[in-house]
């Protein structure tokens, strides 16, 4: 069995996680990400980033370069809907080779007995004791289990997502569509004047989950002629079948998002439906509200100078780091319980199929958050 040191260990390499190594690393401070995959997760379709993301992306230093694979919608707000892989890709470029180590599953996490610091177990049988753990491992984290956060919550509804390109430029424009038929929405939005990324979303609940995809298709014969070309003519390869899932907003109030030295973010710590937009651009501002906390608990030199030793911090020096990380959290909570409340409800709106629940729910969309305005894509999380 192998026994490894590092500083700060973030489990997850998809957006958030690189997102949060490239912050920490833009204020001096050195990281160790761990991917499960043996490559890049780049895949998963498109993702829409309003103009609260861009602003993160501006201050990782990426901005420009996908701005440039990707074209603005007609919104107040700056609206773009990029390639995952592009993001992922660029996040990547900005860290240092050794940054990111593949293949590594995390199977337990535990605290130290003497330092209190975490330990965490890979499935190879290895262990990495780490100063700081970062759990942004997705919805089903390994790292939320261990601070007591309970599963996230299976809804039932069901997404197809795909990529269809037009060499010769398609008829659809620069605005996103979205079309709402009962049980159904089917929603397109271009990439750039030639690629559009597409949805269709829709409700199964039966048990029988593998027949969710026939459920889809069955879903889809209904759309429009535009939606249905669009859709036949889409590249086999890009077709994602995927299950929403979700941690909902009364979970968020009253779960534990650290303890000791670890803390979650991205979908580990807010996995939400994609009704208003806000998943990955909520992910990424906690990385920069995390390393903005962080890097000034961090013994810099101590960092950047020996990133893999350990044992050395002073409890005061940890209790400096707790400090930090609570102050992560208490800056993110109302924000996150916010933008998951708006997308709980908005979906209730959507497809709940009593129309009593669903006026209701309008109500207080109304009453709180005025109505399915985007006012929180003006929000900053401020500078890195």
């Known amino acids: 069995m192998s026994v490894f040191s590092s ?83 660029a996040l990547a470029r900005g860290l240092p080779e050794e940054c990111i180590r593949f293949g590594c599953q995390i199977v337990a996490v535990e605290e130290d007995g003497v330092t209190l610091f975490p330990i965490v177990h890979l499935q190879d049988g290895s262990t990495i004791n780490a100063k700081v753990l970062i759990g942004c491992d997705g919805a089903n984290s390994v790292v939320a289990k261990s601070l007591g956060m309970r599963q996230v919550k299976p809804s039932t509804l069901w997404t197809i997502r795909g990529f269809t390109d037009s060499p010769n430029g398609h008829r659809h424009g620069r605005a996103f569509v979205r079309l709402l038929g009962g049980d159904v929405t089917f929603g397109m939005m271009p990439i750039e004047d030639t690629f559009m990324h597409w949805f269709l979303s829709f409700r199964w609940v039966s048990e029988d989950s593998g027949r969710a995809e026939g459920v889809g298709d069955e879903a889809g014969g209904g759309l429009p002629p535009e939606a249905s070309e669009l859709v036949k003519e889409s590249d086999l390869g890009s077709l994602i079948l995927t299950q929403i899932k979700y941690r909902p907003p009364w979970e968020l109030l009253l779960g534990t998002s650290r303890r000791g030295t670890m803390t979650i973010a991205g979908d580990a710590l807010h996995v939400m439906g994609p009704f208003i937009g806000q998943g990955g651009s ?40 707790e400090v930090a990380l609570d102050g992560y959290v208490r800056e993110r909570k109302l924000r996150v319980l916010r933008l998951s409340t708006q997308t709980y409800l908005v979906g209730l709106m959507i497809y709940h199929p009593a129309k009593a629940v669903k ?14 305005s985007l006012d929180h894509v003006a929000y900053d999380c401020g500078l890195l």
């Open 282 to 321: 909520c992910g990424l501002e906690d990385a920069v509200v995390l390393a903005r906390n962080l890097a000034g608990a961090v013994d810099e030199g101590q960092a950047s100078d020996h990133p893999h030793r350990h044992g050395r911090l002073l409890p005061l020096q940890r209790r400096r780091i």
């Open 7 to 89: 500083e700060i260990v973030i489990a997850g390499g998809g957006i958030c996680g690189l997102a949060t190594a490239l912050a920490l690393r833009r204020k001096g401070v050195d990281s160790v990400v761990l991917e499960r995959s043996s490559t890049l997760r780049a895949d998963g379709g498109g993702i829409v980033i309003y103009s609260n993301g861009w602003r993160v992306l501006d201050q990782l230093g990426v901005g420009a370069e996908l701005r440039c694979k990707s074209i603005i919608m007609p919104v107040k707000n700056e609206f773009r809907c990029l390639r995952r892989s592009d993001l992922v890709e």
């Open 359 to 372: 006026l209701m729910v309008i109500l207080v969309l109304l009453a709180f958050f005025g109505g399915t």
